[in-house]
């Protein structure tokens, strides 16, 4: 009896914040899905008209979708993999006991703390310009032509400045989740003259699998719905090489005072983005239940 009073005291108590949230999340949703069935244009006030699902119809068969679904699905798996594949070795690097451990770890995760804005202009103006640039000063040095990022290869340009952003925030929760792992483990591999690798593989590796399934779902949530860094770096271009889902809604929302088309945009990824994230809690349910 007193678990069940407990248990409603503490509904009752959470039910209010629960019911904000709700309300929070609800209310955009409705005035997006509102309207997107409207041809709801700035520039003509007053002549809003109910279309149905006519702007879902003109932007599935536009050409603009499928590039910029293709620029954003290569965008979040680039930035994943990068900042998974790099982070983990990172964490393991800074686990170790090494003199000047703790300003070693400031270093690498201060980028994290830098505004998006100032990062992306620092990268723009100061490190990838083909003129006056640090990598074109580097590449003179050598006598190389200096590559033009944002002309050349503007995506692989914006993939490598927002994993730079996004390693240090997956570097911090690997290495929290590393020394969490039991000490009893170790000297029991160490023990049983397990090699490095062995132990990695068959210790270290299943204690970070929940942490990187967290760590990439947050990080594709972040990468999918910034807007800031392809806008300030290459405003969608060349001819919509960079142009991802955001930065389309941006377009056709604001540019083109187009307000029924710009909510349209988010609905249509949003099936497929929800579709991602149901799989990746189903597994990491699944991995905590096993564990």
């Known amino acids: 009896m007193a678990t069940r009073q407990t248990q409603i005291l503490a509904r009752s108590l959470l039910t209010p914040a629960v019911g904000l949230l709700f309300i929070w999340m609800i209310v955009p949703l409705a005035l997006t899905l509102y309207f997107s069935t409207l041809h709801y244009s700035l520039l003509d006030p007053g002549s809003e008209a109910f279309v149905g699902l006519e702007n879902f119809r003109y932007f599935l068969t536009d050409p603009a979708f499928l ?22 070795p990172l964490a393991l690097l800074l686990d170790q006991p090494v003199i000047g451990r703790n300003i070693v770890r400031l270093m690498v995760i201060a980028p994290f703390f830098v505004m998006p804005t100032v990062s992306a202009l620092v990268w723009k103006n100061l490190l990838m310009h083909p003129v006056s640039g640090l990598f074109a000063w580097i590449a003179s040095l050598f006598g190389l032509t200096p590559i033009d990022w944002f002309n050349d290869a503007p995506l692989l340009a914006v993939i490598l400045i927002v994993a730079w952003q996004w390693l240090p925030f997956a570097t911090l929760i690997l290495l929290t989740a590393l020394q969490s792992l039991d000490e009893e483990q170790k000297e029991g591999a160490e023990m049983d003259s397990a090699s490095a690798v062995s132990a990695f593989i068959y210790i270290t590796l299943p204690h970070l699998a929940p942490v990187i399934l967290v760590t990439t779902m947050l990080s594709a949530i972040w990468t999918a719905n910034g807007v800031q860094y392809v806008y300030i770096l290459t405003n969608g271009g060349p001819a919509g090489a960079t142009e991802t889902f955001p930065m389309l809604a941006l377009t056709m929302g604001i540019r083109s005072y187009n307000l029924g088309m710009g909510a349209t945009v988010p609905l249509t990824f949003f099936p497929l983005f929800a579709v991602a994230i149901w799989f990746l809690s189903r597994r990491m349910l699944r991995d905590e239940a096993i564990r």
């Open 67 to 88: 590039a910029s679904l293709q620029n954003t699905l290569v965008l979040v798996g680039s930035v994943l993999a990068l900042t998974i594949l790099l982070g983990i």
